[in-house]
């Protein structure tokens, strides 16, 4: 076999703070691509309850790509913690039912901001905290500690509170090839014979192999 194997939960022998991801998800609303791990310093199970506010009435979903490396206590706070902020107060009476369901606002009215998606092969450090909603490009390094609160671009890093771009990886030529070749989407033994090229950064050796 080549690489571990993807449907393993514990893909590190006698280690069971790190899990390959999509294999320990309930939630039909989650959803995880091959490889992507976490490692927590507790129990791998705290990933389902970092995942804050999402609640089966929202429809909101929590979307990860393959080879992505998230950290113990990255917190998710998906659409479910939104409140109208127009009114006088910001109390969901709404939710609650028993008559207040017929308030406004109703769930169509709040400010909803639909999926969190994360793309592949994306670092997020300890206790980072994502924001409902955000998209998060391929390749992007998320620092610890940050709070994202606006989409982030392929291959950027990002920092601090609100987040903000620290720098990008590699050139917008770079990226954008980078982008074009997806590795992640390759078959394992095509990434395995590939390996010392994507832990380098000889960007063209790479892009000949692509075509091979």
Excluded at 83 to 107: K, V
Excluded at 130 to 140: K, L, S
Excluded at 182 to 202: C, F, G, P, R, S
């Amino acid at each position: 076999m080549l690489g571990p194997d993807k449907n393993a939960i514990y893909p590190l022998k006698n280690y069971n703070r790190l899990c390959f991801l999509k294999n320990i998800i309930t939630n039909p609303n989650i959803l995880i691509g091959d490889y992507t791990y976490y490692d927590d310093f507790e129990d791998i199970h705290n990933f389902e309850k970092n995942v804050k506010y999402h609640f089966d009435f929202i429809g909101d979903k929590l979307i990860i790509g393959k080879f992505c490396m998230i950290a113990s206590g990255a917190t998710f706070i998906m659409g479910g913690a939104n409140h109208r902020m127009d009114g006088i107060t910001t109390y969901p009476f709404t939710i609650f039912g028993h008559g207040w369901e017929t308030i406004t606002p109703t769930l169509n009215d709040l400010s909803l901001k639909g999926d969190t998606i994360i793309g592949n092969d994306v670092w997020i450090g300890t206790n980072a905290t994502i924001m409902p909603g955000v998209h998060i490009g391929d390749g992007a390094i998320i620092a610890t500690n940050a709070t994202v609160t606006k989409h982030v671009e392929p291959y950027a890093i990002v920092g601090g509170n609100p987040a903000r771009e620290i720098r990008k990886r590699f050139s917008t030529q770079q990226i954008k090839e980078l982008l074009e070749i997806q590795w992640w989407n390759w078959d394992i033994e095509k990434i395995t014979a590939n390996l010392h090229h994507l832990v380098n950064n000889n960007i063209d050796k790479l892009k000949t192999n692509s075509s091979v």
